[in-house]
């Protein structure tokens, strides 16, 4: 399954690169038959690997005019202001590990960080790196990626 889901993000991903809009509109019917698998396949593949925090904004409809719209988001100066702006909303709940490494990812991808700033993050927001519970990291998470959002947004 991982194979096929690895295929399916492969080719969406050169579908966005050769798009001039940076945005590609499918069927979900149709790619499920071109890959040969289930629609939720592709569902699962949109779920994990084509999310906002990994700078895609992906729009589905469903039924027999149903379509899928997924469009690659660049991260500008707006764009972070809004990535801190929704690390603020999210100070409740607070930020999972896969949430914060997706995030510094597309931090990394934008420039914003170099590639070891971004592998010193991953490191520092690894929950076995600490001994304490998953609610307390989740909002040291929002905490701390704000703060480097702060000073990304000072240096822009």
Do not use: H
Request: proline content about 1%.
């Amino acid at each position: 399954m991982n194979n096929l889901a690895n295929s399916i993000e492969f080719y969406l991903k050169r579908l966005l690169e050769a798009s001039p809009g940076a945005a590609i509109l499918l069927q979900r019917k149709e790619l499920a038959a071109y890959f040969q698998c289930v629609p939720s396949q592709i569902n699962y593949v949109l779920s994990t690997r084509f999310t906002v925090e990994k700078g895609y904004l992906v729009e589905s409809r469903r039924g027999g005019g149903g379509f899928l719209r997924i469009r690659r988001i660049d991260l500008g100066c707006e764009q972070a202001k809004y990535l801190f702006a929704m690390l603020q909303d999210l100070a409740q709940e607070g930020v999972s590990s896969r949430e914060a490494a997706d995030l510094i990812g597309r931090l990394a991808d934008a420039k914003l960080l170099t590639d070891r700033e971004a592998r010193m993050m991953r490191a520092a927001f690894c929950q076995e790196c600490y001994y304490v519970g998953e609610v307390v990291m989740r909002r040291w998470r929002v905490t701390a990626l704000a703060s480097v959002l702060e000073v990304l947004l000072y240096d822009l």
